[in-house]
């Protein structure tokens, strides 16, 4: 079975500064890797995703993650974090060898942006 | 392009209520499903269906009924409401392989 594993709760961050977002997952088989984000009271957006080929991906908003398979990590960053990239991120997995699309997630992480 | 749709976008039961929670989408998408997200868990993945005529069981599908008649709704039914049912839901779909799911705008249930 996979699980997923997001490290942090709450980050709060000032505006400008650097973040991470760290994600762990575990699994016995070849996973494709997600982050998504949703603002309050929204739907999930998909901020980027790792399928294959290059381990560093990135995705919009000027977000990217870097896929470790040594670490079974897929960490979330961005350089300069504005006020509007406050919401929550879920990290998720998938099998490759799955159908339906299905997702595991992990818990989240509120990302908050102070001025 | 709508995408996935879902309504309604907010409801309250009383507990023992039944009703059915609509999901459609527009991109011809073979994959659907439907999640809960509760505070602290992320998101748990009720019912799934790989097409038309076929559904399985996630994660928590307890109390829940879903069908997939066509490929572009799928309705998830709630039978007797139970105040654990309190959740917001979310539908997503995909197309096929393991690609990105897309989802719904969610629905908050409220079962008092």
């Known amino acids: 079975a996979q699980s997923v594993t997001q490290l942090d709760s709450q980050v709060p961050v000032f505006e400008e500064a650097p973040v991470e977002l760290r994600c762990n997952y575990s699994?016995?088989?070849?996973?494709?890797l997600f982050w998504y984000v949703q603002y309050p009271n929204q739907g999930l957006q998909l901020l980027l995703k790792?399928?294959?080929?290059?381990?560093l991906v990135k995705g919009i908003n000027g977000f990217e993650a870097e896929f470790n398979k040594s670490q079974t990590s897929f960490h979330l960053r961005k350089p300069s974090v504005h006020i509007s990239d406050t919401a929550e991120y879920f990290c998720a997995v998938s099998r490759r060898q799955a159908r339906g699309g299905k997702l595991i997630f992990g818990q989240g992480t509120e990302l908050s942006v102070k001025p | 392009n709508a995408g996935v749709t879902q309504t309604p976008k907010f409801q309250v039961l009383k507990t023992g209520q039944s009703m059915t929670l609509q999901c459609a989408q527009d991109m011809n998408h073979e994959y659907m499903s439907w999640y809960r997200q509760d505070p602290g868990m992320g998101l748990r993945l009720i019912h799934y269906s790989v097409g038309a005529g076929i559904t399985d069981q996630g994660e928590v599908p307890n109390g829940y009924n879903v069908s997939r008649s066509t490929t572009e709704d799928f309705p998830l039914r709630l039978l007797s409401a139970a105040p654990s049912q309190t959740s917001v839901y979310f539908c997503a779909s995909s197309p096929g392989g393991n690609t990105e799911a897309f989802f719904g705008q969610g629905t908050r249930l409220t079962v008092v």
């Open positions: 699994s016995s088989v070849s996973v494709y």
């Open positions: 790792y399928l294959s080929g290059s381990t």
